[in-house]
């Protein structure tokens, strides 16, 4: 079943909702797991490749995307890396970190917003509804970064995630 992603903006911060067809302990573990997020993180057509991964407060987690779908035209070929600083987890509810941009090296990319971002996994049944709350310094931030694709992309991603679930149960 498809679920759509709700969004909305309050001041300078996104909010993103999507329910999944999981229960709640599955969908943190996707976000939690080196080995499951390299399966679905990003974009389709994109391929992510984990470089640290240390999922505790004060843990990095620094990761880059490189698209390898030709289709996606001068996307093809391009690579977006991050950083993320963990702040909170309080496993399978909740989850604070502060995400960055940052170039091949790990170098962050002066230019481009820092990201706080807040997330909480409700239990809904057998399902979970993920909850985001992406927090920029301004409101022209939030603009760049949504400019930049950002409601797109996590809704491929989401959609990506939804098969690796989907998957991931009938394997169980």
Known sequence: MSHSLKTSTEGRVLVVERVFDAPRNLVFQAFSDPKHLANWWGPKGWQTEIREFDFKPGGVWY??????????GEFYGQESCGKAFY?????????????????SNGNRMENMPELLITMEFVEQNDKTNVITRTTFATEEALQQVKEMGIIEGVTSQYERLDEFLEKTLVDQ
């Open 63 to 72: 990761y880059c995307m490189k698209c390898t779908d030709k289709n996606q």
């Open 87 to 103: 702040e909170e987890i309080a496993a399978p509810e909740r989850l604070v970190y502060k995400d960055t941009f940052v170039d």
